[in-house]
């Protein structure tokens, strides 16, 4: 089983604030995806990274896939409260199985 | 459709009854995906299909759990003898591609509540 561990489980912070996200995995994966859930919603695709080290930006939110291919990081700028949400980290490993990270749940403060 | 649609939004059984969900995915899709999403935040994979075969199941529960894609009927997720720890929100998703290849597009999920 390849595990996808994701800090912080919970964040909560003021309007205007960076934050980073982190997934990280002992195992290789030859890709992996971001999504966001918002509350009584499916998730929803952000970005897919493929190659180690690459970095992909979606207006305030950027997207690190680790050189090792074994770990990720969303960093957010200037916050904002649209930006709540749960966010998942999910890697596609061995056999073209997707698993899903534990999601970090952010809260964006006014 | 354009969405992937999920009935009933909520359903609620008592222990030991049956619960079947459905889910109508994106027209065109090739794949079918279900998990289950316990306390708000983890997503556990259940089972795929491409189109009406059955592409993993390694996720499934063997024992109370059974799933099926038939041609033109929505997929099904069916929990006989529900118990608590079922309860849960269940979420269907479709891809043209399968895992991890391309995006997976999901529905708004089912909440199912066992009392």
């Known amino acids: 089983t390849q595990l996808l561990k994701q800090s912080p489980q919970f964040l909560s912070i003021q309007e205007g604030e960076n934050l980073t996200v982190y997934c990280n995995s002992s195992?290789?994966?030859?890709?992996l995806q971001w999504y966001r859930q918002e509350p009584g919603e499916g998730p929803v695709l952000l970005v897919t990274?493929?190659?180690?080290?690459e970095v992909k930006k979606l207006k305030r939110l950027t997207f690190q896939f680790g050189d090792a291919r074994k770990d990720s990081s969303l960093h957010i700028t200037a916050a904002q409260p649209g930006d709540t949400g749960l966010y998942l980290c999910?890697?596609?490993?061995?056999?073209?199985?997707?698993?899903f990270g534990g999601g970090t749940r952010l809260m964006v403060k006014p | 459709g354009e969405e992937v649609a999920q009935t009933p939004k909520h359903l609620v059984r008592g222990e030991g009854q049956k619960a079947k969900l459905y889910c109508a995915p994106i027209?065109?899709?090739?794949?079918v995906f279900w998990y289950q999403q316990v306390l708000k935040n983890e997503f556990k994979f259940l089972i795929s299909?491409?189109?009406?075969?059955?592409?993993?199941e390694t996720g499934m529960p063997k024992e109370r759990f059974s799933a099926k894609c038939l041609p033109n009927s929505p997929c099904s997720l069916e929990i006989q003898a529900t118990k608590l720890e079922d309860s849960a929100v269940y979420f269907c998703?479709?891809?043209?591609f399968g895992q991890g290849i391309g995006e997976l597009f999901f529905g708004e999920g089912s909440r199912l509540t066992v009392l």
């Open positions: 998703a479709s891809s043209q």
């Open positions: 195992s290789v994966f030859s890709s």
């Open positions: 990274v493929v190659t180690g080290g």
């Open positions: 999910a890697g596609t490993g061995s056999g073209n199985m997707l698993t």
């Open positions: 027209k065109g899709h090739s794949y």
């Open positions: 299909f491409q189109n009406e075969n059955v592409f993993d």
